[in-house]
């Protein structure tokens, strides 16, 4: 037994050791692991750091490009590009900036006082002729730099010069009138509701045809002539002439005498219907389907039920009570210019009636001065100005060029400096969806669309009837405009931090 026992404890301890072996061997691999993601830690802050350090020389770079090109030339030109890269370089190098506008500036002044010098000086007229060519020629490359942004050639708009970027902001959302636009989007909107009653009465009664003409899916009503749907789509045109005639009279007000079928779809106040005129439609489709026989038996050896008539309105009552035919909205369009990346602006702004321009900052940044350059508005007969939550900011208009001096007249609308207009981040946006509004829409389409939360991007307003419509919501920081036609704009210069 005594044997036994050693040869047992001897066991103990070899057991003792390899859990010591095993536990060092643990606390090794952990040290080693451990070490291994600190080092894994500091190369990705060295990557990081030196792509910053990269980034970092390449604006110095350019800087020191910039300054070297003002400082070499006679009558030096800051071109747009110049500006985005100063714009992005103004919170490091604010010093250098300074300087290079410094510079342009005296050398610009040196220029214009030996103009005005030599201009007195018969004596001097071969270099007043050279100065005056010089000077010919560094303004017809400011011009030539004005036309490539300000000039709204080949269908292009207008485009931010210094305004708000990528870095900053998700991007900027317009809204804007279009009559012309809104008149067919009723056409549409109405043909649409025609189409899903007919489609409804059709798959719920198997043997039943209604007897209207419809467009096919491709149909292109934005091609609308009213002369040929009336020919080729004859109980077509007419119902959506009589549902024409329930809106416009329902939003009739005293002194409204229009009499043809477009005046009274512009005279339309908004998109869709209410409840009451919902009601109102739904008698109007049934009622002419009914009143003109326009349903018939698709097997003529089974004649239709008697009740036909009956189950025609239900239909299309029930139809029409749903909640997408119960909704008004402001029959206005919006859209988003996103930023596709930190130094990307507005471009391509096209010539619209905007009502208003919002910011859409994903940060929270601070508006110190604004200014714009807008062209074909009625001077006389345009208000601008930003509104904000807690007051207005008045927008001073002046003329900026004219046609005989550049081929556009012009007009800058800018604000006084050293505003300090807070602005948290922009809510009323999917992003997880920063496109969807990129191509433009009216705030019905949007309304309408599946599997989209419009509520992020309207909300509930009362009309002047007290009536609830949808409109679309702002932001802290809205630029507005008052016009009575159509024309372009663009940011000239936002300074915020």
């Known amino acids: 037994m005594a044997y036994n026992d050693e040869e047992d404890y001897d066991d103990e301890d070899v057991e003792d050791d390899d859990l010591e072996e095993d536990a060092d061997e643990d606390a090794l691999l952990q040290e080693e692991e451990a070490e291994d993601e600190e080092e894994s830690e500091k190369e990705i802050v060295e990557e990081a750091k030196a792509e910053k350090e990269a980034k970092d020389k390449i604006l110095q770079n350019k800087l020191k490009g910039i300054k070297k090109r003002v400082a070499s030339s006679i009558y030096p030109v800051i071109t747009f590009s110049d500006r985005r890269v100063m714009a992005q370089a103004k919170k490091k190098y604010a010093k ?66 210094f305004g708000v970027n990528g870095e900053d902001f998700y991007g900027c959302r317009v809204v804007y009138t279009d009559e012309d636009q809104a008149k067919i989007d009723i056409i549409r909107d109405y043909a649409g509701v025609v189409q899903a009653a007919v489609t409804l009465l059709e798959d719920n009664n198997a043997n039943l045809d209604i007897t209207i003409e419809l467009p096919s899916a491709e149909y292109n009503y934005d091609n609308f002539d009213e002369t040929t749907f009336a020919s080729e789509y004859a109980d077509l045109y007419n119902v959506i002439s009589l549902m024409v005639d329930d809106v416009y009279s329902y939003d009739q007000t005293e002194g409204m005498t229009e009499s043809t079928f477009e005046e009274k779809i512009a005279a339309i106040k908004y998109f869709g219907f209410d409840k009451n005129l919902s009601v109102t439609i739904a008698e109007t489709i049934s009622g002419y389907i009914n009143d003109n026989d326009k349903y018939a038996p698709i097997d003529e050896d089974e004649p239709i039920d008697s009740s036909i008539e009956q189950v025609i309105v239900d239909s299309i009552n029930s139809l029409l009570s749903e909640e997408e035919h119960n909704i008004r909205t402001e029959k206005v369009y919006i859209k988003d210019y996103i930023f596709a990346d930190s130094e990307s602006m507005m471009e391509n702004i096209s010539k619209e009636n905007y009502i208003a321009m919002i910011f859409m900052p994903k940060t929270d940044v601070y508006f110190n001065y604004y200014s714009f350059i807008l062209s074909d508005i009625d001077f006389d007969n345009f208000n601008m100005y930003i509104s904000r939550t807690n007051g207005e900011i008045v927008l001073t208009g002046s003329v900026w060029s004219t046609e005989s001096e550049v081929g556009v007249d012009s007009y800058m609308f800018e604000s006084s400096q050293n505003l300090n207009v807070s602005a948290p981040v922009f809510t009323n946006i999917d992003t997880g969806n920063l496109n969807l509004l990129s191509q433009g829409m009216s705030i019905y389409e949007l309304l309408q669309m599946e599997d989209v939360d419009y509520s992020i991007y309207l909300e509930t307003a009362t009309d002047d009837a007290e009536n609830q419509i949808l409109t679309w919501k702002g932001g802290e920081v809205i630029v507005r405009f008052e016009s009575e036609q159509p024309f372009y704009f663009a940011e000239f210069e936002t300074d915020w931090s």
Do not use: P, Y
């Not at 030996?114 to 201009?119: C, F, K, P």
């Not at 017809?140 to 269908?155: E, H, I």
């Open 96 to 161: 250098d900036i300074i300087e290079i506008e410094q510079l342009a500036m005296n050398k610009k002044a040196v220029v214009r006082q030996t103009g005005s010098s030599v201009g007195t000086s018969m004596s001097s007229v071969l270099f007043k002729v050279g100065i005056v060519f010089v000077i010919i020629i560094a303004i017809a490359a400011v011009f030539d730099l004005m036309f490539s942004w300000l000039s709204q050639g080949d269908g292009e708009g207008m485009s931010t010069q």
